[in-house]
């Protein structure tokens, strides 16, 4: 294909494009000549295009001059979803961290009442001594990354929580109280994101964030732990940002 040949088709690639985000706005069928404003196209070359884009189920035509997304992009978007892999997306955001702030990284889950940790950066030669290895679990309430899980819960499945577990202590730091737990959660939620402070190991702190996907649910968190002497408060920004980069990544959006 020569360049010429293929300016015009890069150009009707992009103008496909802006036609499907427009449409993506739009809770109901839009007409022509509203996409055509919207995407600043002849109303002649919206219809060719959307044309084509209807024959290939990309488009749904509802009736004459009115147009949806089609069901092919349903089709394709669960074959996306279902080959995403949150830990293979989360490793380049992961090593970035890491080499941004020099300290451990991790990537864990939600199983139960508890956090397992599924995959971690950090020096080789690392000397701290922290449950956070791969396939350990700890309790939702002594970790970072748990706090943003029982944050995101209903309050009545806090308190089922604290009733299945008694809050169990690990170090002086623990919340072993309900409502002192509450009142930590409730500024997790208006911070978006969490701090284990010596609460799981005497000598490490975390900062933890959430990770969402496509439908908002909060399926991973992001955190970073370090001795105590080392961390810095400071870094909740950078660990939620990127978190945030990861949610994106596997198909959230923030909302408008």
């Not at 985000?21 to 600043?40: G, W």
């Not at 990309?58 to 669960?78: A, F, K």
């Not at 370090?226 to 980069?245: G, I, N």
């Amino acid at each position: 294909m020569s360049e010429k040949t293929a300016k015009p088709s890069i150009q009707v690639i992009e103008r496909m494009m802006h036609l499907l985000d427009v449409l993506s706005q739009h809770s109901v069928p839009a007409t022509l000549k509203s996409l055509a404003t919207a995407t600043k196209l002849h109303p002649s070359t919206a219809h060719r295009i959307l044309g084509v884009m209807v024959d290939n189920r990309l488009v749904d035509r509802i009736e004459p001059g009115m147009y949806r997304l089609g069901i092919r992009l349903v089709e394709l978007g669960s074959l996306v979803k279902s080959r995403i892999s949150v830990r293979q997306e989360a490793l380049p955001f992961m090593h970035e961290l890491h080499r941004a702030l020099g300290e451990t990284v991790n990537l864990s889950v939600r199983r139960n009442d508890e956090v397992v940790y599924i995959e971690r950066t950090a020096e080789g030669n690392t000397m701290m001594r922290v449950i956070q290895i791969i396939g350990a679990h700890a309790p939702l309430h002594i970790t970072a990354v748990g706090k943003i899980f029982l944050a995101a819960d209903k309050p009545e499945r806090v308190v089922e929580y604290a009733k299945r577990t008694s809050l169990p202590r690990y170090t002086d730091n623990t919340f072993t109280d309900l409502a002192k737990l509450n009142l930590e959660l409730d500024e997790i939620r208006s911070r978006h994101y969490a701090f284990d402070n010596e609460e799981a190991e005497r000598g490490v702190c975390c900062v933890g964030a959430g990770i969402f996907n496509d439908e908002n649910q909060l399926i991973a968190g992001l955190s970073v732990s370090a001795p105590t002497e080392r961390f810095r408060k400071a870094w909740a920004e950078s660990v939620r940002q990127a978190a945030e980069r990861i949610s994106r990544a596997i198909g959230h959006q923030t909302p408008r």
